[in-house]
């Protein structure tokens, strides 16, 4: 019998007219199965040990014979772990990017968020109100122009024109 077979809550007996007795262990209790549930449990069971054995473990290197790999020095080629701890990762030295933006990162977008306020102030009436109504309040350029009776690709140019004229007062703008 092997190791991880005395660990197993399910056994598969032969009896003398060749067949099988299926009994797995709830509670203490062995319970005698039918086929179709033993296979089940020892389906579960092997899926539970996968997850949490094969998974995790060292994992040796097999070339297409299904003999390890070694290196230079005859050591076997170890892959490393499909699934590791955080705890064993920050153990190690590892350092992981925070998921929101860093403090200097927030500082700076809040200071080009400002600047752009102030060049959206030396814009035109007309331009800032262009923008104000695609940009802020969501309006398309289609819409806008039914609203205002001029041409779509009017519009459009006059949008990119006060882009560009945004553009290069950003670039000027000092924080």
Not at 9 to 29: E, H, L, M, P
Not at 36 to 43: F, G, I, N, P, R
Not at 77 to 90: A, T
């Amino acid at each position: 019998m092997n190791n991880w077979q005395k660990y197993r809550n399910f056994r598969k007996f032969k009896n003398a007219d060749n067949s099988y007795t299926c009994i797995v262990t709830v509670d203490g209790a062995k319970v005698v199965v039918s086929e179709e549930v033993y296979k089940e449990y020892a389906e579960i069971g092997r899926r539970i040990e996968y997850m949490e054995c094969d998974l995790k473990r060292d994992r040796i290197l097999q070339d297409t014979n299904g003999k390890a790999v070694m290196d230079d020095n005859g050591q076997p080629i170890i892959l490393p772990e499909r699934e590791v701890s955080l705890d064993r990762l920050i153990a190690e030295g590892r350092d992981f990017p925070a998921s929101g933006p860093s403090p200097e990162e927030a500082a700076i977008r809040q200071l080009e968020t400002c600047a752009l306020y102030r060049c959206l102030d030396l814009l035109a009436p007309d331009e800032r109100s262009l923008i104000n109504v695609l940009f802020f309040e969501g309006m398309t350029i289609r819409e806008h122009a039914g609203r205002t009776g001029k041409t779509k690709s009017g519009i459009d140019r006059q949008k990119t024109k006060i882009l560009g004229k945004l553009n290069q007062l950003m670039a000027r703008a000092k924080f």
